[in-house]
C-alpha cells in the first residue's frame, strides 16, 4: 500500500514591508543584493563589536591579572 505523499510549501520567512529602520541599516542595504542578507550583517557588524571590545579589555588589563 502507498501512501500519498503530503505537498511540500516553502515559503520565504521575509517579511516584504519592513523597511531598514536604523542609519546603519540603510547604509548597509546600500551594498547588499537582497534585504535578507541585513540579518547576517547585524550579525557580523555584532560579532565585530564584541571581539573588538574583548581584544581591548585583554590587552588593557594589568599584567598581575593575566
Do not use: K, N
Not at 36 to 60: P, Q, Y
Amino acid at each position: 500500500m502507498m501512501h500519498d505523499a503530503q505537498p511540500v510549501v516553502v515559503t520565504d520567512p521575509f517579511p516584504r514591508d519592513v523597511a531598514p529602520r536604523s542609519l546603519l541599516e540603510r547604509a548597509c542595504m546600500h551594498w547588499l543584493r537582497d534585504g535578507r542578507d541585513l540579518v547576517f550583517c547585524r550579525l557580523t557588524l555584532r560579532a565585530t563589536v564584541t571581539l573588538v571590545l574583548c581584544a581591548v579589555v585583554v590587552l588593557a588589563a594589568p599584567p598581575w591579572l593575566a
